[in-house]
T-cell receptor
Framework: NAGVMQNPRHLVRRRGQEARLRCSPMKGHSHVYWYRQLPEEGLKFMVYLQKENIIDESGMPKERFSAEFPKEGPSILRIQQVVRGDSAAYFC??????????????????FGSGTRLTVV | GQNIDQPTEMTATEGAIVQINCTYQTSGFNGLFWYQQHAGEAPTFLSYNVLDGLEEKGRFSSFLSRSKGYSYLLLKELQMKDSASYLCAVSSGNTGKLIFGQGTTLQVKP
C-alpha cells in the first residue's frame, strides 16, 4: 500500500524556468493538499484540491503559481518563471473522504516525502 | 486571526521526559495534530486530538484543552533518534487545511 508519492525528490531550475511538481495521493484518498516549507520556517498551506476541482487556494501566491488535480493522473503544482525566493520544500498531503465532499482528517492525513526545489 | 505558538528550541537528556507546549487561537477548531519531522524529511504523523484530554500512544502522549487553546506533546524515555522538529498544527473549518506552528527543534543529548 504505497503512501503519498511525490516526484521529483529534488529539482533544480534556473531563474525564469518552469517547475512542475507531481503528487499521487494514497490509494483511496480523494483530497490533496499542497504545503510549502521555506528554509527555517514552518509549513504553510497553499491549496486544497479534489478531483477536477480547486476547493481552497487561499495560500497560493497570486501570480506564477497554479495547481490542478485531473480526473486521471497525479496532482500538479506548477510554478512559472521561478525566482530564487521559490526555493523551498514542497509537500503534498492527502486524506480520505468523510463524505462525498468533506475530507476525513485525523490519522489518515498523510504527507509525501516532498520535492526540494532549488532555483539557481 | 489564526495563530499557533510553540517554543523554538528545547534540549533534553537521553532517558528523560520532555513536554512540548503549543497554544493556539483559531476559529472553527476541528482538531489538533502533532507531527515529527527529521531534517530533510517529510512530517510523520504522531497524534490527533479533537476532544479534551490525554491520548497515549507508546512513549508519546498528547493532551488537549479546547477551552484554554492549549496542547502539549509528552515524550518519555527519550532516545537519541527523537532529536527532530515537532510540529503543532490545527485544523480549522471543514476543508482539512492545517495551520502549522513554527515547530520546536528538540535536541536529545547523551
Amino acid at each position: 500500500n504505497a503512501g503519498v508519492m511525490q516526484n521529483p525528490r529534488h529539482l533544480v531550475r534556473r531563474r525564469g524556468q518552469e517547475a512542475r511538481l507531481r503528487c499521487s495521493p494514497m490509494k483511496g484518498h480523494s483530497h490533496v493538499y499542497w504545503y510549502r516549507q521555506l528554509p527555517e520556517e514552518g509549513l504553510k498551506f497553499m491549496v486544497y484540491l479534489q478531483k477536477e476541482n480547486i476547493i481552497d487556494e487561499s495560500g497560493m501566491p497570486k501570480e506564477r503559481f497554479s495547481a490542478e488535480f485531473p480526473k486521471e493522473g497525479p496532482s500538479i503544482l506548477r510554478i512559472q518563471q521561478v525566482v530564487r525566493g521559490d526555493s523551498a520544500a514542497y509537500f503534498c498531503a492527502s486524506s480520505p473522504a468523510h463524505s462525498e465532499i468533506r475530507p476525513a482528517i485525523g490519522d489518515g492525513y498523510t504527507f509525501g516525502s516532498g520535492t526540494r526545489l532549488t532555483v539557481v | 486571526g489564526q495563530n499557533i505558538d510553540q517554543p523554538t528550541e528545547m534540549t533534553a537528556t537521553e532517558g528523560a521526559i520532555v513536554q512540548i507546549n503549543c497554544t493556539y487561537q483559531t476559529s472553527g477548531f476541528n482538531g489538533l495534530f502533532w507531527y515529527q519531522q527529521h531534517a530533510g524529511e517529510a512530517p510523520t504523523f504522531l497524534s490527533y486530538n479533537v476532544l479534551d484530554g490525554l491520548e497515549e500512544k507508546g512513549r508519546f502522549s498528547s493532551f488537549l484543552s479546547r477551552s484554554k487553546g492549549y496542547s502539549y506533546l509528552l515524550l518519555k524515555e527519550l532516545q537519541m533518534k527523537d532529536s527532530a522538529s515537532y510540529l503543532c498544527a490545527v485544523s480549522s473549518g471543514n476543508t482539512g487545511k492545517l495551520i502549522f506552528g513554527q515547530g520546536t527543534t528538540l535536541q536529545v543529548k547523551p
